[in-house]
């Protein structure tokens, strides 16, 4: 059974950071890519990272990229992903999920809230 585990969201200022943490169980971690993807209130999910299983390759929403920066640390079986220069449209219900594009979701996300 999958169990993905999201952590680190909160609320933030316009322009903050945050980092978000996923600790993941129930299968090989290494062996998998991850990625992240959000739900902002009223709307569907919507894609915002990828890592490939050994962490060399990822891939970006345009809407996050120079902003956002997921990574990996398989010894820990756990995702990140740092959040810089955050900005109000960036508020959403924040989950990681196995393998690329959301494709398995297995936690209850973790919340992150910009606003002044």
């Known amino acids: 059974q999958v169990l993905l585990v999201e952590s680190g969201g909160g609320l933030v200022q316009p322009g903050g950071s945050l980092r978000l943490s996923c600790a993941a169980s129930g299968f090989t971690f290494s062996m998998y890519s991850m990625s992240w993807v959000r739900q902002a209130p009223g709307k569907g999910l919507e894609w915002v990272s990828d890592?490939?299983?050994?962490?060399?390759?990822?891939y970006y929403a345009d809407f996050v990229k120079g902003r956002f920066t997921i990574s990996r640390d398989n010894a820990k079986s756990t995702l990140y992903l740092q959040m810089n220069s955050l900005k109000p449209e960036d508020t959403a219900l924040y989950y990681c999920a196995k393998g690329p594009r959301g494709a398995v979701r297995g936690g209850q996300g973790t919340q992150v809230t910009v606003s002044s």
């Open positions: 890592i490939s299983s050994a962490g060399g390759r990822t």
